[in-house]
């Protein structure tokens, strides 16, 4: 079955990288996404891994992508106040049609 | 292009009632899923509509219903709500042919329904 977990808080200081991380159990995921939601709003996709790669970068993004562990990583550099929210993994569904399972979110504060 | 837009923004009802709520999906994108957000249960998807048909289901009851029209809009309806449908009710849309796998979805701000 799917299942998505992630630790549930992260805080970091201004300036300092951020590394949210993430594991999960469908080894057939076709990609792999991470999602940002601030308060009172819905998800804002951040960016995106197809299973068949290791890393993606992303201006201040870096994805990391271990299959044997299944492991996904999210890392922001130079964090900054609005980076501040809570960050969601997802996995794809390959079964047909288009179905996500999120993770647990991890919620990131920074401080000053 | 203009984002997913989902309408109402919020809505408070009573328990037994009925609810619809809408989705317009990103122009030319013709997949709508839908998913229910709540603190206890996190992200659950609900279903997913692609030219008119449900494609795919969630593990909700059958009070959770919806359709999709030729434009691709979107509906959700929940019938005798439960205090436990009180929920961020999230639409996303993706651009997406009937044989291709999982495309990138994108959300809209939701629907926060408040069940009294």
């Known amino acids: 079955g799917e299942d998505v977990e992630q630790s549930l808080f992260l805080s970091v200081r201004e300036g300092d990288s951020s590394v949210i991380n993430c594991t999960y159990t469908?080894?057939?995921?076709?990609?792999l996404y991470w999602y940002k939601q601030e308060p009172g709003a819905g998800l804002q996709l951040l960016t995106y891994?197809?299973?068949?790669?290791d890393m993606k970068q992303d201006q201040r993004l870096t994805v990391l992508l271990n299959k044997k562990d299944k492991h996904l990583s999210l890392r922001i550099a130079d964090t900054q106040t609005g980076d501040s929210a809570i960050y969601f993994c997802?996995?794809?569904?390959?079964?047909?049609?288009?179905?996500?399972?999120f993770g647990t979110g991890t919620q990131l504060k920074v401080e000053l | 292009k203009a984002g997913v837009t989902q309408t109402p923004r919020y809505l408070i009802k009573t328990r037994g009632q009925q609810v619809t709520l809408s989705c317009s999906p990103i122009?030319?994108?013709?997949?709508v899923s839908w998913y229910q957000q709540t603190p206890g249960q996190g992200l659950q998807f609900l279903f997913e509509?692609?030219?008119?048909?449900?494609?795919n289901k969630g593990n909700f009851p059958g009070r959770f219903s919806g359709r999709q029209f030729s434009n691709s809009r979107s509906e959700m309806n929940v019938s005798t709500l439960e205090l436990g449908d009180s929920a961020l009710y999230l639409c996303?849309?993706?651009?997406?042919?009937?044989?291709?796998?999982?495309?990138?979805?994108?959300f809209g701000p939701g629907t926060r329904l408040t069940v009294l």
């Open positions: 996303a849309s993706s651009l997406i042919d009937s044989s291709g796998p999982t495309d990138t979805q994108y």
């Open positions: 469908d080894s057939s995921s076709t990609y």
């Open positions: 891994i197809f299973s068949n790669m």
């Open positions: 997802a996995e794809g569904s390959t079964g047909g049609g288009n179905k996500l399972t």
């Open positions: 122009s030319g994108h013709r997949s």
């Open positions: 509509y692609f030219s008119e048909t449900q494609r």
